[in-house]
């Protein structure tokens, strides 16, 4: 192979390393001789082959250091899952026969390196191949049952964890695609990154094993150790044991080696509990995949239960315990058993106990400086190290740092050492980094060359620990130097930063989205229905969402919460309704994220507690606790309308996000860091589930196999790592090529670059792609785009804060390193399809040049970077930082009218210079512009409905009483007072305008004048024709009819013509108002209906009450307009109660009803204070009678007459027939003409004025009463001389009028009564007739004698 | 009006009263009379809320709007009223039936016409029944009963509609703006609080934007009806808020999980020493 030779070259001589250099650098190399390798050699495959080399080279001293200790890597949890990984054996090694390694990502690789012309070369392009998937599966079933169960079931997840070569570091898995930097088309790379086990344990690679191993450990009786074993031909079979708790080990970093458990016990390593990925958790899947809970060890059963609960706090400090009490028995055992310099392992964790058993006593080297050899080739190699760094040429710079911290912290077993030495002395070649002291030598001097990148990404206890670490201080001393004096900046700058950012933190939000009515009222919803379904709909999310926080702890059953989405969805189906579900969706999503604050002290503690707080680097996209609910809701929401408008909600919110302009003049960074921070968390969010969104359809596992198996593993994503199988890989691929995402992912990436907002924009992206699937990633558009990310990973980027660069490369190596992650597109030349955009005139202003990110905004947004604030010590000046921001934003369009422009030139030539100049304008401006436009003519609005409206409406009410009372033609009324309201809204709609025109203009100079003081004076002019034509259009829409002045006009007509000239331009203006001074004198009506029903009770029952004008009077005080209290109906029943106080009253007390009448009265004239009195002088003309008297020819028409039979009202003059039908067929008729003048115009104005509330007093005499004042115990004749009084007393105070007791009189007469009965009332009749004397024609009282006397001996008549 | 709240009442207290409710057997304004002289130490108007929850739930037991049980109930009466002088027949008959007075008379007039909105005219207003006797024991029912009928009906509402405006006035005078009922219909809420703060206020420290009026007790039953129907929709859509039961509320409430989380209970309007209004400093 080219790389290998180049190598060789370099190492023997032939090749001059500068030349070399030059090369990597992509620098000219005219001075290479013809036959140079180089200039047949590729160079990116140098790279991989590089990398491999290292990783090869290292493995036996990274297995080592994973077999005896700890230490590792400083990520804790994400340890695990990079053991989990599988790796194939390198086809160097001599000791792998096939691999069997096989992950589906191998296979996916193994394809694609067949496909790639590289393959024919390599031999183990072939083997690779040989490794299928089926294959995998039958070892696996050989092997154990169990294991081949959670291949199944997990072996994605070990997928996802492992990406990172370092993880090599644990023997136990070797990875598979492994390195970041190993291409998939290079089939070879896997092969070496493998190899180097492969050596160290030989055949005991057959990874096989991933998770088994992994799992092992933890298990007292793993036979996945066994099956290892097995497969390894590996004498090494002490090997495996120690990988067991490597793998479950996560110190820092810094975390001291095993030997420093004595000294150093005051940090405690961190659980790992991740709440969010309970899969990732040793303990908690572990039963869950294996169904066998007699695997877990004593200390796993203690454990698990208070895993779950990861909320409470308790949780915390019993792990503590449990931590405390493992620690105690391990240091006791190592007391017992006096083993080794290594102590097993500081971790808490609880598989270390197992293992003693099969643990033995290693001798181990530690580096030493002094005997490092050839250190003239190792820097070659460190230099070359450092150009491919330097040069982006490696994926994932994170990665490589862990790799190398590995190797420091890391020593290496007698045996191998010896083995190593003896090959170097056959190849130094080959073996050059196998040995300890050259290893360590070449980390610790890497580490150096990176020592920028280090002290940023390395928290401030991890510069003190490396620093302080013996090995880094006598290989490279400077480098110790350097991290403790990062170390001690950083701790200084905490303490600033701390002081600072004390009581900045913003308060959580309520937990709920507010309703808008501008987004959220009817109107925004297509029916009714659809809006009332929605309100629904709003209150069964929320209290889906109470449940599952609620029942989270208690266990949650996601069928119930499925059948509860299932019916939330199902409760309004309309488009309408799913988006606002949506949006509300949406809304409570960003609402999730915790506000921007400083972590307490005990957070901290907590969280170190519960999850590792080493690095996360391979961290695999995950939601978190909060985050679940909304997953969980999307996953089990299985209603594809719906969640395409979550994708559509979910779109418009980012890119609403993505271009909100940053900062503005007076802001200072902080200022605009803070904003940053704010909007990229929602950024990555929103994008997070966008992603999830978009592979859902494609990854999703049935929700009903999940709820099935019970295998929710929902803090996770392992669908979308899985890769599908070949054959199926190509046909989806083949048949998605051409769709595109929801949002216009390349667009706006390039523009982003283009206009230096990468830093907002990147981030979202990525995490966007590592949430889609594995076949998606492959699809044409995203390789469009990733090939663009590439490009961007490789550019220099000068302009940069170098916290900034770290920033985006972070994210960018994160994604790169991800499982399903296509890394083979990285190494393929593309030509095209790369940004092009001159960065030469970029200006300070972009925001990428800003200093935004500082250490707790790089660990926030990057929680797979160490999860500790990193100091940021930069001393680069780079540019400016006092320029305005950029802004990107599309135009504003005002007005612009296309009717217009083709009527008029001149207009639209006017138009376009309008927009030309809001164009021109600063982004800012043009927002304020919106701004005051909207407000103005708001405003205006809200001034025309409170004046101009009502004014208007007076006045036309107004014109209408004119036209009422000069009105001779009562046909054409209407007609008239329709047109009138017509004219008067014209008016109205003109007048407002005009008036507002001055006002709009007036408002919008003083607000701009205020808000851009420097704008240009034509930008008025702009804004106050933008209000004007919004007033315009709200004029259109909402005085198009002169409801708006009159409702119903015809109703009005007949209300003025029936009030006469009682009429008044505006009926109880005066509004009661809770403010009066007399408020606290009011009475209250209920009370007081309570009390005077109370009272008639006691009368009913002959009980004494007390005074009663007492009530009576609160009666006046309730029914008058002034008390506030009040309203019609009580005013009815207060009225409908004292006249029924006032029979029962006089029944009971006959006499006493005078000294109470006055009290009445003014009851009743409270509340019917429009009686109309009878004017016989306005009576009509005679002649009027006479075209109304064939009526009377109607004789024998049998019906009763009332007044309200009558149709026609307009009569003045009425005929009475009074048929009075005997059974005896004794017809008598009696005509009387009664002059009736009053009552028909009176009638509606009593509806009108009173509710009609005069008509209680018609039913004086109803058949209720009559029964009621009979029953009495008083003396009959007093009874009704009482009741004559009161009679009278209503006819004088016009509250009845003649007709009416007439007519009730008829109405008892039509009945069945006792003699006594109607002689008492006859009697009462004559009493009134006799002192009634008011009428003009005194035929009324002629009618009551004649109906006294005839009714009196009516019954005679009968029994005659 | 008093501005001194009542306390939350004490389980014990209002689980002797109900006892005591239990032992009744008629549901007339008598009885009610009764049990309001046995504790008299509870305000007229609490106890009076609370008995009128207590009959409407035992109503809710006994009485059946089914035309077949009225026309039953009319035979009965028939056949009492065949008697003269027979008094207040509806009364008792209401009481032997187990129903509130008003109730049965009700269910009587269903026999009078099938048309319902002619039966609530007449129970609305007694004078227009034709049938002489039975307008008047329907009125002697109505009259008697303090529960239900007519009177009831707008006493309940008239109750409502005064705490409301005290509450308004009491948030006008401290100058705290507000949007009412009638104004968030208008403008298209989907649910409305009886007021809702356009500006958010503290009262004890707790944070509010809406308040609902209550003129009545608030017992668990009622209470964890209004939660459902009504709080917890202001809470999605407003945020944390106040509800005050003007005649107190049983003191249990205060334990339950919502209060003093997304809601406060009051029983007045709060002292203003008790308020923190937002001040916009410059």
Known sequence: MMSETILESVFSGKLECDLLYRWLRNDPIEAAPEDCVLLCSNRDEFVVYFLSFLRNQTDSILQTNSNALPILQHQGTPDKSLSQRKHHRSISDPTCDNDKSNDSLTVKSDRKAQESPNRDKKKQGRRVKTKLFPDERNKEQNQSLSSDESRLSVGVERLMLSSTPLKNGFKEYPPPMSSPVTPHSRSFNFERCDTPRLVRHSRSQDKSVCLADYLVNVQPKSSKKRRSKNTSNDDSETKVDLDLSNSEIFPEIGARKSSSLKSERRRIKPTNIDKSKKSYSLNSFTPEVFQQPSLGLEENLAFKPKVQQKESTNTFEAERNILKLERHKLMEKFNVLGTSTSPKVTTPQIKITQKDSIDRIHNYIDADSNKVFFKDKIDMLVEIYDILLKNNLILSVNTEIYFLITIVLSKQLEEDYLLCESQMQVNMCGNILKLIHNSTYFAVKSLWNIRGILEIILDK???????????????????????????????????????????????????MVCFNFETDNAEN????????????????????????????????????LRARIKSLLCSGTSAANYAHLAALFTQMLLDSLPPNEQESKLSKLQRRLTCPSASESNRLPSFSDKEMFYKEFVMFSENESFRVHLRDALASEIIALDSTPLGNESSNGADISKEFLQISKKLGLLSKFLGYLTSLPYAQIPVDILLKTGALTLGNQKEIFTAPKEKVLENNIALRNYSQPAINLLGILTTAYGNGRLTITLPWIVHYISMLDYTTLRLKYYQNLLKILFHIYTLKFEHLKKNTLIFLKSALGWLFDLPHFPRETFYEKSDSAVINVNMDNIDNKIIDSYDLIDESILFELCPYLKDINVLVSTTRVIHDKDAGSFRHITPVCLSSNTEDRIRNKEKELQIRLEEELIKSQPSSTRRVLELVTERVSSGAVKELTAHALPDAARKARKNAIDIVHNCKDKTSLLQSLQAMYAESLSRLRAEALESCRSNVRQRVSTALAALLPNAPPPLQVVAARACYNRLAKWTNDHWSTTDVLCKNIEDE??????????????????????????????????????????????????EEIPDPSAVLECCVNCCQPSNVLSRPPAQRALLQLSIDFCLVYLSRHTSKINEILPKLHTIWDTCCPDRKRLTPDDLDPPDRRLELSPTFANFDDERAPTPQSDEEANVEVKELKIVIVKEVKDVEVKEIKVSSVMETPSKPAQESESNGLLEFFDRMLCPRNIVLLSDTKCKASEVWEALADVLVFLLKNDYLSEDSLTEQCLAVYRQDWPQNILENLSTCMKSVSSRWSRSSTGKFTLFLDFLADYCNDMDYDLVE | MTTTGLKPMPLKTYNAIVKDFNRITSFNRKSENELRKKYKEVPPSTMGSIISLLVQRSMKQSYRKSPVISSKYYELYEELMKDKNQGDVINRLAESQGISPALFARSLLQNVSSDSAVVKKYFKDTTLIENKDLAYQVFLGIMNDNQYGPYADIIKQSIGLEYELRLERELRMMNISFSDENLLRLRGYDKTPDFKLDVPIAVDNFIINWIESKALFGDEENHLGYMKEQLMCYWNRFGPGMVIYWFGYLEALDSTPEVNNMFILRTNFPDKSSITQYKIDL
């Open chain 1, 461 to 511: 206890n991890s510069l003190k620990i490396l620093g302080e670490n013996k090995k880094v201080r006598s290989f490279y001393p400077d480098l110790a130097k350097f991290l403790l004096n990062s170390y001690g900046l950083k701790c200084e700058s905490e303490l600033v930063s701390d002081r600072s950012k004390n009581g900045s933190g913003s308060r959580c939000s309520n937990g």
């Open chain 1, 525 to 560: 919803f297509p029916s009714i229905l659809s809006f009332q379904n929605f309100k629904k709909q709003r209150d069964m999310f929320y209290e889906i969402l109470r449940w599952y926080q609620e029942s989270q702890s208690s266990g949650l059953s996601r069928s119930i």
């Open chain 1, 1053 to 1102: 007509m007949n209300s003025l013509i029936a009030l006469g000239d009682c009429a008044s331009v505006s009926p109880n203006t005066e509004h009661a108002s809770v403010l009066s001074a007399e408020f606290d004198s009011l009475h209250s009506p209920a009370h007081t209906i309570i009390t005077l029903k109370e009272q008639i009770c006691l009368l009913l029952d002959y």
